[in-house]
């Protein structure tokens, strides 16, 4: 149960924090051998603090993947638009390639000169 005369702020910050650590844990060591113990040792707290935001390990196990997984859509999303700009780009590139090559084909001496180059045989 969480203390109500904590600041909301401050309750936001110990959760995020309680999550980095355990991700951190996790990593290192294995959502299995790590303890709600080891996650409260690793933050310098006792693990009835983790308790008051957290239920179970399961319980944070399944909010950092909830994390994680905002992380890498987020990160994936913006790597969309980075995406998105640079096909815009090379398109405008492309369109303005061939509005240049319909304006030179319609210049006499570009149409003679690729009616020589058709007539050529590459050896």
């Not at 008051?52 to 944070?60: D, G, L, N, Q």
């Not at 492309?94 to 210049?107: N, P, V």
Request: overall charge positive; charged content about 20%.
């Amino acid at each position: 149960m969480k203390n109500s005369t904590q600041p909301k702020e401050q309750e936001n910050d110990t959760h995020l924090v309680i999550l980095e650590a355990a991700e951190r844990l996790f990593g290192q060591i294995g959502f299995q051998k790590t303890t709600v113990a080891d996650i409260a040792h690793n933050l310098r707290m006792s693990p009835a603090n983790v308790y008051r935001f957290f239920t179970s390990k399961a319980e944070i196990h399944e909010a950092v993947g909830r994390e994680v997984g905002m992380a890498t859509a987020y990160g994936n999303l913006g790597l969309v638009h980075q995406m998105r700009g640079e096909i815009a780009q090379a398109a405008a590139m492309y369109a303005k390639s061939i509005a240049l090559f319909r304006k030179a084909r319609a210049i006499p001496q570009v149409r003679q000169l690729q009616r020589l180059l058709d007539g050529l045989t590459v050896a």
